[in-house]
C-alpha cells in the first residue's frame, strides 16, 4: 500500500511539474518523500524561486500562505486543510490595526507564523532564523511593534538590546516546556548541551546553551565537537536531526512535544492532494500585494 502511493506520488508530481516542501516537523515518511525539507526561512526562499508549476506544502496554512503570496503565478496546494498554527490565530488584522493606532510611527514587524492578512497589515516579517537581524536593521529611534510570539519577541529583545512593544501570542506547543522540564533532562544527561527553540519561555531560552530555528538546531548539531544534546523543539525534528548526525545522542526535552497540527498530513493525503489538486491556497490580490512587501523586505534581509 505505500509503495504504490509513494509511486503514485512520484508519477503524479512529474505529471503536474510539482515541488513538494516540508517542514521539519512532519511525520518521517513526508520528509522522506519531499524534494525539499527546511525551517521557515528555507521553504519561504524555496517557494519564492522554485520553478515548478504547482508547490504542494506539508505544513501548516501560514506556511503555504507565504508561499502563495510570494509565488501567485503557481499552484499552491495544503493537503489537509485544516492544518493551521494556533499562534498565528492569536492576532488579527483588525487588533493590529487598533494597536498601531495607539503607536503611530511605529514598525511592525510580524513573525512568519501570522496570516496573510497580519502580513499585510505589517512592515518587515521575520522567521525564528533571522529575527534578531531583522530587528537589528530597524533605525534605533523607531517604536517596534512585534506581533504574535512574545517568547520570540523577549529572545529578541534580550539579544538586541531593543524594547519592543510585544503581542501576547505563543506556541502552545513550545510554551509548555518548563524550567523544571529541562533541569531533569539535564539531570539525567549531565554531558549534554541544551539547544532550544526560541518560540520557548524565557526561563528555558535563558538556561540553554543555544537557542536556534529548526535549521539552526540543526547545523548547530551537526557542527559541534560535542556528542549528546537535549532539544528543546518539536518531536518530529528529532527525526532529522538523527538521519543527518547518526553519531550524535539526542534527548528531547519533553516527551509529548507534539505539534498536532504539523501531523495531520499523511501519505494518502499527500497523494489525494495531487490527485485532485487540493486544497488550493487563495489570497486575495489587495492583501497579497501588501504581504508580499512585507515578506520581500525580509528574505532581503540574511
Ligand atoms: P522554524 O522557522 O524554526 O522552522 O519554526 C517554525 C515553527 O512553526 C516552529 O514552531
Ligand atoms: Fe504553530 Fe507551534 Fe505548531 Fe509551530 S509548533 S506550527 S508555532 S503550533
Not at 147 to 152: G, H, M, W
Not at 170 to 187: A, F, K
Not at 225 to 246: D, H, L, M, S
Request: net charge negative; glycine share 4%; hydrophobic share 40%.
Amino acid at each position: 500500500m505505500t509503495v504504490e502511493l509513494r509511486d503514485f506520488i512520484a508519477r503524479r508530481k512529474k505529471e503536474l511539474n510539482a515541488l513538494i516542501l516540508a517542514h521539519f516537523y512532519q511525520l518521517p515518511e513526508i520528509q522522506d518523500i519531499a524534494d525539499f525539507v527546511g525551517d521557515s526561512l528555507q521553504l519561504a526562499r524555496q517557494a519564492a524561486e522554485t520553478e515548478a508549476d504547482v508547490i504542494v506544502f506539508c505544513g501548516v496554512s501560514f506556511m503555504a500562505e507565504s508561499a502563495k503570496i510570494l509565488s501567485p503565478d503557481k499552484t499552491v496546494l495544503l493537503p489537509e486543510i485544516k492544518a493551521g498554527c494556533p499562534m498565528a490565530d492569536m492576532v488579527s488584522a483588525e487588533a493590529l490595526r487598533n494597536l498601531k493606532e495607539k503607536h503611530p510611527g511605529a514598525v511592525v514587524v510580524c513573525y512568519v507564523n501570522s496570516t496573510a492578512a497580519v502580513k499585510a497589515e505589517s512592515d518587515i516579517c521575520c522567521t525564528s532564523a533571522n529575527a534578531v537581524n531583522v530587528v537589528k536593521s530597524i533605525p534605533e529611534d523607531k517604536t517596534i511593534i512585534f506581533v504574535p510570539d512574545r517568547n520570540l519577541g523577549a529572545y529578541i529583545e534580550r539579544q538586541t538590546g531593543r524594547k519592543m512593544i510585544l503581542w501576547d501570542g505563543y506556541c502552545p506547543v513550545h510554551d509548555e516546556l518548563s524550567r523544571e522540564e529541562v533541569r531533569e533532562q539535564m539531570r539525567l544527561h549531565p554531558d549534554a548541551k541544551i539547544v532550544v527553540h526560541p518560540e520557548c519561555v524565557p526561563d528555558v531560552t535563558e538556561m540553554a546553551d543555544a537557542v536556534r530555528s529548526t535549521a539552526g538546531i540543526l547545523d548547530y548539531v551537526k557542527t559541534s565537537p560535542e556528542k549528546e544534546f537535549i532539544i528543546g523543539t518539536e518531536k518530529g525534528f528529532i527525526y532529522t536531526v538523527q538521519k543527518n548526525c547518526p553519531d550524535k545522542v539526542l534527548h528531547l526535552a519533553r516527551q509529548d512535544f507534539r505539534c498536532e497540527d504539523m501531523k495531520l498530513t499523511t501519505l494518502e493525503k499527500l497523494a489525494a492532494s495531487l490527485e485532485q489538486m487540493q486544497y488550493q491556497i487563495e489570497v486575495p490580490e489587495d492583501i497579497r500585494q501588501k504581504a508580499y512587501l512585507t515578506l520581500e523586505r525580509m528574505l532581503k534581509i540574511n
